[in-house]
């Protein structure tokens, strides 16, 4: 068997999180992100999976009183995200985010796609062009929607929404992208579409993804990890966690006899 | 057995007589209340119907004796005056004056308050500060007017030399003052109501809080913004005391600040307590005054209508 080392994109280092309000929810979390690669985070609801996805952009910032402890390093600049000097601006650029139910701005959904574009200061309309094009092109939604580029992006589907939000997380080049629950709110044939979408996304960039749906994690991903309580339970090969697990709770959790 | 039968048949009969005794008196119940919601209701439209219907039956009077065509064109409004002129222009020219004057100040502050209170303040500021803007609404109009007679207007002199006692730019300035409020507590609830998840969408996307406010959550929040807009311009357009008491009383057909102007509402009020003979011209002339004043206040509020529906968002 031939092993091909993969490079790490990120990695959280003993990462605690509290909520304002004392509740510990994550508790000493170490799990490696290989570069390209697609890991999920599975677990019954309220175990954190959400949260240790959300510290990754710093999105509990936006609420007042909640503390991290340990490091995310992202490589190969060793930056660690959660470093009260470094500006979660800065961290968000280079970390895109896909939410659980699609959040299309009011706005056209060219403008939707161009957004991260213009909030870092693109003035050039031929670069934004190009950009949104390429985009919309990589979330595979080109064909549907680049002939009414300018109406209004509540007028599309949930699923063509979602992509859109992808398109849109995608337009600004980031080198890792979060999915919470990408898919919980869309019918089958629209979830199909985003598990497609993410596998091919995988050449380009980084994903972690949040999901409830077992069978997604196996389908989709290359690294699964389980958690359960705030802590990490176990962390592998996604063929191996759901054919012969170590942990007897991670065992209990995919075959369905709890959670 | 006779017996028996009675007394097994007795209590069945009665429960289905009571039940339906008592569906019957909870039918009318339902009806009663259903009718006195139905009243509660219709007592605006009511009233509605009744004071439009006044204004035009009275000011039909009015328009027997003077012509629409001059009521419309004549420059001057003198029904008090010997040679009485009924030209409407120089009240209305006062009212959007003092009205575009209080709006030109209240919508950029108002908004800009909104945005601050919605998106920027901590908790603590938004609970301290959104009562006393409250507060604000509730202060009497004729508190105001002296507000800008005596306070705002000598302000104002001591910057522009030679405005006159009697002008619009005070009474506009404070109306503007009035109507924040208005603005701001209803814009920053439609603000409040946007989601929370369209407002992380835009942070995850990298975006500072003020590009989250001016391009995510003002834009999400447009139709009730407008929607606080046209309060205020109605508020603004049918205030009376202040330009009653601080801009003069002079139909003036000018759009000059500095001159002192009467409004519709104020030219109203002049005569209403005045001792003008009912059935008079000069009194029925009120009607006709309020009758414009009316459509004003409507034709705003239907554009803001059709605005807030073209701009609606459904998220």
Known sequence: MVTVTTPLKAESRDLNFIYNGGIHALKGINMPLYEKKITALIG???????????????????????????QIVMHPDNTNVLDAGVDPIEVRMRISMVFQKPNPFPKSIYENVAYGLRVRGERNKRIIDDKVEEALKGAAIWDEVKDRLHDLAFNLSGGQQQRLCIARALATDPEIMLFDEPTSALDPIATANI?????????????????????????????????????????????????????KETEDYITGKFG | MNTANQVLKKPMELEISDRLAKKFRRNLIERGIEFLLLLAAMSAVFTTVAIVSILLYESYTFFEHVSLWDFLTDTQWTPLFADAHYGIMPLVSGTVTTAAIALAFAIPVGTIGAIYLSEFASHRVRETVKPILELLEGVPTIVFGYFALLLVTPLLQKFIPGLPTFNMLGPGIVIGIMVIPYIASVSEDAMRAVPMSMREGSYAMGATRFQTAIRVVTPAAISGIIAAYILAISRAVGE????????????????????????????????????????????????????????????????????????????
């Open chain 2, 240 to 315: 009376t005391m202040v330009v009653a008491i601080a801009a003069g009383q002079q139909p003036n057909l000018t759009f000059n600040p500095m001159d002192s102007a009467a409004t519709i509402t104020a030219y109203i009020v002049q005569v209403a307590m005045g001792d003008l003979p009912h059935g008079s011209i000069g009194y029925q002339s009120i009607f006709a005054a309020g009758l414009v004043l009316m459509l004003m206040t409507l034709t705003f509020n239907l554009l803001g209508h059709f605005t807030r529906k073209k701009f609606r968002e459904a998220y």
């Open chain 1, 195 to 247: 598990e497609e979408l993410m596998t091919e996304l995988r050449d380009k960039l980084t994903i972690l993804v949040v999901t409830h749906n077992m069978q997604q994690a196996a389908r989709i991903s290359d690294y699964t990890a389980y958690m359960y309580l705030g802590e990490m339970v176990e962390y592998g090969d996604t063929d191996r966690i759901f054919t012969n697990p170590t942990q």
């Open chain 1, 44 to 70: 019954p609801s309220g175990c954190g999976k959400s949260t240790f996805l959300r510290c990754f952009n710093r999105m509990h910032d936006l609420y007042p009183g909640n503390k991290y402890q340990g």
